[in-house]
């Protein structure tokens, strides 16, 4: 699924607006004098794209095998593209119910600063606030500086009560 929203970004330099009916599937952002429509997309990256963005990002690397494995157990994914090139995404991974969770942000480096994160997620709450129960338990892992973009969003650090806890296979 496509959408349009207006406003959904308003960083210094932007202005925000819908790119004609509510049947287009982008935004339009002027940007220094220079016009880009980015599309949000409600899909699951092919897992070449998913391992693209990843590592364009400096997230962590998965396997071939595993991105074919996981991604199709996702939850919800929204992907951000431009001219039909991915330029972000991020997903939401567990049962829907109890337990869900944050994965997967990332917006590659020539995009980054532009608002485009906080899209991501306006999109991905939007989907929790209209799909998962109230009683769910929601988390993410935040790197830093992007704690700051989650703490918007309502996050808050869970230490000393409860701390995050990783275990890696193979390692």
């Known amino acids: 699924m496509n959408r349009t929203k207006a406003g959904a970004i308003a960083p210094v330099f932007f202005v925000v607006q819908p790119s004609g009916s509510s049947d287009d599937q982008g935004f339009e952002i002027e940007e220094e004098f220079r016009s880009v429509t980015v599309t949000v997309v409600h899909r699951l990256p092919d897992p070449e794209v998913f391992l693209a963005l990843r590592k364009a990002g400096g997230l962590g690397r998965f396997s071939l095998e595993a991105a074919k494995a996981g991604l199709p157990r996702s939850l919800f994914c929204v992907m951000l593209e ?25 917006v590659v480096p020539e995009h980054q600063g532009k608002g485009y994160g ?44 409860t701390i995050g806890m990783a275990f890696k296979k193979g390692m």
Do not use: W
Not at 87 to 105: E, N, T
Not at 139 to 149: E, I, Y
């Open 118 to 161: 906080r899209l991501i997620m306006q999109e991905l709450m939007d989907y929790i606030s209209e799909n998962v129960p109230d009683t769910a338990y929601v988390n993410l892992l935040a790197d830093v500086p992007a704690n700051k973009l989650y703490e918007k969003f309502g996050f808050r650090e869970t230490a000393p009560v």
């Open 82 to 106: 431009i001219d039909g090139n991915a330029i972000g995404m991020g997903r939401l991974v567990g049962d829907g119910a109890c337990s869900v969770q944050i994965d997967d942000i990332v």
